[in-house]
């Protein structure tokens, strides 16, 4: 592990569920950042991305929400940011903020500083694509893995040249020993707040998803999405379920920390079992 | 042949609002009428089994002017904006923009929502940003069963959750709540 004075700083933008829902997530990530050289400073006082609510019933309102988080960012250090969704949001605040005049002028009033045009708003998966030769070999050995990406895949046209990031999770586990399996789900959408509203329509989407997940074999799921997870755990109704987790949680797996029991017992469905038969448990 | 009466043909005529879709492409930022009617959205549609019209469905509501039956559309509703229909649309269309218009749209004009349980869930997310600035989950959702006057369904995931750890009991809330409530409304101070 590097030094403190090796860190380089990274402001970064939890989100609310990596915040509370998923805080083993978080936990796992800020560790696996740190072992990768990078502190992340937690954003002062950051507020929601207005997740799927504002901007479905109340555009203006989405636009103010994300453009108060972005103008608390410091300069010269990039945003971290590792939920798909609030990145989604804020990307797409950002790019208005660079092409629309009355946008940015109500930014610059309201915050009372202009728009940040060298922010770079960072996804968690181009930090770990780029640090990707850190992680260490055969740790994962043994684990079957199918990779699940939900909707992180895709956007709306305004952000269709933005880094695609498929594959990643395969990249990163293989080289740390697990292996990937094929499988037809890893960019089908969990059905995120309907989970709440119409549980009826989203248990088909999720049984789906777990049972091509059994079909395929695989030890478990792995996740780019605290929300996709807790959907997966929460509305599968199927009697033979497998083990879900976070990506950061293998990769903190595979640096061996010694990784609090907590998270996993935070888990709807326990993976300890697995992880001990896989003689994967530290 | 028999003639019509003045008053039957009026009805037989479909006027369609062409304002309406305008002003659809005006929120959206974004023209639907591209549309090809290729049907890529309504196949990667996740939510589509639940759907009446599905996502090139309701576009072609709106390209023949059929106002009404749009925004009473559950579709509208249960589109959860996760960009699967854009990203496979030929002509790029941003429908979940769209969609998101046609929301605002019939609250604003006040018509039959067919899916009120969704509205309701949005609007205790945006109450409980307005309290802390922050979305607490088990706040949500409690109130969210009172408004649909839901005690028992989805009692045991509750249960569940909470065992696990899984909702905070404490909201986790930014140092001001006065600035969150600012943004909800447009002016500036």
Known sequence: MPDQQELTDISYFPGCSLATSAKESNQALVRVCRNLGYRLVELKDWNCCGSSSAHSIDSDLAFRLTSRTLSLAPEGMPLLVACPSCMLNLRQTQIRLETDAAA???????????????????????????????????????????????????????????KSYYGLMQKILKRCGAEPLPWNESAKCCGTFLSVSSPEVVEPMVNRIVQSAVDSGADCIVTACAMCHLNLEI???????????????????????????????????????????????? | ???????????????????????????????????????????????????????????????????????????????????????????????????????????EEGVQISEPGILNFHHEVLNSLRRYGRTHKLEIMMRYKLRQRDFFSDMEVGLKMLTKRKLDLKPSRIEDPDQIQKLFSKSLT
């Open chain 1, 235 to 282: 509305r599968c109704t199927l009697d033979t379920k497998v083990p879900i987790f976070h990506f950061s949680e293998l990769l903190a797996l595979a640096f061996k920390f010694d990784v609090d029991r907590s998270w996993f017992s935070r888990h709807l469905i326990d993976p300890v079992p697995m992880l001990k038969k896989k003689g994967l448990w530290p």
């Open chain 1, 104 to 162: 940015s002028d109500d930014f610059g009033q309201r915050w009372q500083r202009p728009v940040d045009g060298n922010l770079k708003i960072l996804h968690l998966f181009e930090l770990l694509d780029k640090e990707s030769d850190q992680f260490p070999d055969a740790a994962l050995s043994g684990l079957r893995f199918v990779p699940y990406y939900g909707c992180m895949l895709a956007g709306p046209p305004s952000l269709r040249n933005e």
């Open chain 2, 1 to 107: 042949m028999k003639k019509m009466s003045s008053e039957k043909t009026k009805r037989a005529i479909f006027k369609p609002d062409v304002a309406f879709g305008n002003e659809v492409v005006r929120r959206s930022g974004d023209n639907f009428r591209r549309c090809l009617q290729c049907l890529c959205c309504a196949a990667g549609c996740p939510v589509s089994h639940a759907m009446k019209y599905r996502p090139n469905g309701i576009i072609r509501l709106l390209q023949l002017g059929y106002k009404k039956e749009a925004l009473e559309s559950p579709d509208i509703w249960l589109c959860v904006s996760c960009h699967t229909c854009s990203d496979a649309c030929p002509m790029a269309i941003d429908i979940s923009a769209m969609m998101d218009a046609l929301r605002q749209i019939a609250i």
